[in-house]
């Protein structure tokens, strides 16, 4: 009788589990398909307090952290001077929180050199060599992390995109980095539907800007 009891308590604990799941996955595969159609701050902001609250109540999940944090990295291309650091600070608040539940994961570190990218428009003459070098490292260590991940060859183009010829950048620097990242996400395949799989877009935008003349 009692291992009866024990047996049905089982299978009732694995149909929540498998519930609370479903639960989950469909609130993320929500907010981010939402993420990819929205560049708004204010919509930005809106889907960084719904990741928040999924992490809250999914705390060994590492990607609603991720995404609350690529949330607020992106919300500093809406914004200038002082609060670009106050989104990264947001930003580097729930990257660590994700990098702590998955350590060594090529998604968090290239997020984490988007976030050190930011911080150099804040003053570029200032901090483009301090953020330049943090980021071009973080860049690195996600590749070694998963060599089939585009996104840190993206990245790695636009940081050359954005730099003058004079110091090292320009489009003809930056194109060989778009054109690897694009072939690496004609292959790419996300480990599931709600894990990280932007960047096709933007790297195809780019390489049309750096074959104008």
């Known amino acids: 009788m009692k291992k009866t009891i024990f047996i049905a308590l089982l299978s009732l604990a694995g149909f929540s589990a498998s519930a609370q799941n479903k639960k989950y996955i469909a609130a993320m595969e929500k907010n981010v398909a939402e993420l990819d159609t929205t560049r708004d701050g204010a919509k930005l902001q809106n889907l960084a307090n719904n990741f928040e609250r999924i992490a809250g109540a999914e705390?060994?999940?590492w990607l609603p952290c991720y995404y609350a944090a690529y949330c607020y990295v992106n919300?500093?291309?809406?914004?200038?001077?002082?609060?670009?650091?106050?989104?990264c600070d947001k930003a580097e608040t729930f990257i660590k929180r994700a990098d702590s539940?998955?350590?060594n994961n090529s998604e968090i570190y290239t997020l984490k050199a988007q976030i050190a990218s930011a911080r150099i428009s804040v003053n570029p003459m200032s901090r483009g060599q301090k953020y330049g070098t943090e980021s071009a490292e973080l860049r690195e260590k996600a590749k070694?992390?998963?060599k089939t991940n585009?996104?840190?060859?993206?990245?790695?183009?636009?940081?050359y995109f954005y730099t003058p010829p004079m110091f090292?950048?320009?489009?003809?620097?930056?194109?060989?980095?778009?054109?690897k990242a694009l072939a690496m996400f004609e292959t790419f395949k996300p480990a599931s539907s709600i894990a990280p799989n932007w960047g096709k877009r933007s790297t195809m935008?780019?390489?049309?800007?750096?074959?104008?003349?």
Do not use: H
């Open 205 to 213: 935008y780019f390489l049309s800007e750096c074959d104008k003349k």
């Open 168 to 179: 090292g950048g320009g489009k003809d620097k930056a194109k060989p980095s778009f054109e």
């Open 101 to 103: 539940i998955s350590p």
């Open 59 to 61: 705390k060994s999940e």
């Open 150 to 159: 585009p996104r840190p060859y993206y990245l790695e183009g636009t940081a």
């Open 75 to 87: 919300m500093t291309y809406t914004t200038k001077g002082d609060m670009i650091d106050t989104y």
């Open 144 to 146: 070694s992390l998963d």
